[in-house]
C-alpha cells in the first residue's frame, strides 16, 4: 500500500494583505483619469464601479445588457456569467448605463458582440485588460490591477453603507464569509481606543 508522505504536512496560512491592494477613492479617479478616453477609461470605470472580474468583462456582450425600465432612466441590469459557471444578474446606476450605450453608438455594435472587441473584432483578452489598467495605473503614479479595482469598489461600498448580502450578490462571491473579509479588512474601531496609558507613561 502507498503512502502519501506529505498528506500529514500543513502549509503555513499566507498573510492576508488585501488591504494592501485596496486604492482610495482619490487614488481611483486619478488613475480613471490616466486612461486614455473611449475604450480603455470605460474598462477601467467599469472594473470599479461594477466590481466586476477581467475575465468577466471580457465575455460581457450587448445582449447581457437590458434597461430595468424598458427606457434606461431607471439604469440597467448586466448579466455576469461568473467564477465557476455562475451567472449573476447586477443592477447598474443610470450613469453607468449612459456610459455604455455612449459606447454602443460609437461602435455601431450588434445585439450579440463583445462589449470589448479587439482589432479583428472578437472578444478583448484579459491580457490586454491587464494592460489597460497597469498602463493607467502608471500614469497615476500608482500601482494597481483590475483585481485591486474590484477590492477597492467592495471596500468603497461598504464605506458608503452597502449591507453584506447585497455585495456578496453584486460580487458573486459564493460564501458571504468572503465578502466578510473586506470588513475585517478596513476595521472601523480597535480595542486599542478603550486602552489609556498610564500616568507614568504619560510624564515620560
Not at 506529505?6 to 483619469?33: F, G, M, S, W, Y
Not at 450587448?62 to 440597467?76: H, I, P, Q
Amino acid at each position: 500500500m502507498r503512502y502519501n508522505v506529505a498528506a500529514a504536512v500543513r502549509l503555513p496560512k499566507a498573510k492576508d494583505d488585501r488591504n494592501e491592494r485596496i486604492l482610495t477613492e482619490a487614488q481611483v479617479q486619478a488613475l480613471i483619469a490616466a486612461a486614455p478616453e473611449g475604450r480603455d477609461r470605460l474598462i477601467c470605470e467599469l472594473l470599479y464601479l461594477v466590481g466586476v472580474r477581467a475575465e468577466e468583462l471580457v465575455r460581457l456582450t450587448w445582449s447581457d445588457l437590458s434597461a430595468a425600465d424598458g427606457n434606461g432612466k431607471a439604469g440597467a441590469v448586466l448579466t455576469i456569467f461568473g467564477k465557476g459557471g455562475k451567472t449573476r444578474h447586477v443592477r447598474l446606476s443610470p450613469q453607468t448605463h449612459s456610459m455604455l450605450m455612449s459606447w454602443h453608438m460609437q461602435q455601431l455594435a450588434t445585439v450579440g458582440s463583445p462589449i470589448f472587441i479587439n482589432r479583428s473584432g472578437g472578444a478583448l483578452s484579459t491580457v490586454t485588460v491587464w494592460r489597460i489598467v497597469s498602463s493607467a495605473a502608471r500614469g497615476a503614479g500608482i500601482k494597481a490591477s483590475p483585481h485591486w479595482l474590484r477590492h477597492s469598489h467592495a471596500t468603497h461600498a461598504i464605506d458608503h453603507g452597502c449591507d453584506l448580502r447585497t455585495l456578496q450578490q453584486s460580487l458573486g462571491h459564493a460564501s458571504i464569509d468572503t465578502t466578510q473579509h473586506y470588513v475585517h479588512s478596513r476595521p472601523k474601531q480597535s480595542s486599542g481606543a478603550f486602552v489609556q496609558r498610564s500616568k507614568k507613561d504619560e510624564t515620560q
